[in-house]
């Protein structure tokens, strides 16, 4: 068997799954798979340095224009670039504008040498059935992304096809972030794929099945949109982002 690649310089680029909303890190902070991934990383690479310059809200150009340069500077030889939810979700949403950006960013992190992760999304139909008629924006920005994945060669987990992925236990209460399950679901199927020591496909496995009665899940949708979807829509109607205002969490390399 191979041995397992040793990085020593890892930074990861994105929104705010990648900056770890949903898993709280129990000091009013967020954890998130990123952070999972570099503690697993550290216990190959014990010198290993870390930067996560992801934030919340934030879509592929603005990633591009905020992230990239500083991801750059800070010479990794490992990247995470997730990018293009938060765009999907948006009436407007412009696929073309969306995968350049995220095919810029793949071109110039692979260019210095670092090994690139993204990843497909699950589908979100089945996470908030209310978004269901985006289902199809997200398996055709599966199937490009899939295409920039092989042409720059970049690593590329593929969670469309992985049923756990959209399980309702995978995702935090909002449906829009994933959950502490949801989150070290993702950091154990990177470091499956990265084949480090200690890692297993078990990821792949089907959670149980939720059984809920027609009444309780029309209770459970109510709920939802009163708690999340009004507030999301009034922020989109009044030109806010949960992003304002907040800064990078872990802006520069330092030891896990």
């Known amino acids: ?8 310089r890892f930074v990861a680029l994105g929104d705010s ?6 898993d709280p890190d129990g000091n009013g902070g967020h954890r998130g798979w990123a952070d999972r991934l570099a503690g697993t990383l550290a216990t190959v690479s014990p010198g290993l ?38 765009d999907v979700i948006r009436p407007r949403f412009d696929q073309a504008a969306v995968l350049a950006d995220i095919e810029a960013m793949f071109a110039a992190l692979t260019g210095v040498g670092a ?32 295409a920039l994945a092989a042409r720059h060669e970049v ?28 989150h070290t679901l993702v950091a154990r199927a990177v ?20 059984e809920r009665s027609l009444p309780a899940a ?6 939802w949109a009163s708690r999340h979807l009004v507030p999301w829509v009034g922020r989109r109607l009044r030109g806010e982002s949960s992003g304002d205002g907040v ?10």
Request: no cysteine; hydrophobic share 45%; charged share 25%.
């Open 1 to 8: 068997m191979p041995s397992a690649p040793l990085f020593t």
């Open 17 to 22: 799954q990648t900056e770890g909303i949903g």
């Open 49 to 86: 340095r870390y930067a996560n310059l992801a934030v919340r809200g934030r879509r592929a150009a603005q990633i591009r224009a905020e992230q990239l340069g500083p991801a750059l500077a800070l010479r990794p030889d490992l990247a995470a670039v997730v990018a293009g939810m938060n």
């Open 115 to 146: 090994r690139v992760i993204t990843f497909t999304f699950p589908d979100i139909g089945s996470v908030a059935p209310v978004v269901r008629p985006l289902s199809g924006r997200v398996r055709a920005l599966n199937e490009r992304l899939r």
């Open 155 to 182: 690593t590329l987990i593929d969670f469309e096809p992985v049923p756990a992925t959209a399980h309702r236990d995978a995702w935090a209460e909002d449906r829009l972030h994933l959950s502490p399950l949801g």
């Open 191 to 210: 470091a499956d794929t990265l084949a480090l020591p200690g890692s297993d496909a078990e990821w792949r496995q089907p959670l149980p099945s939720l």
């Open 218 to 223: 029309l209770t459970d949708e109510l709920r």
């Open 247 to 256: 800064v990078p969490k872990r802006p520069e390399m330092t030891p896990v």
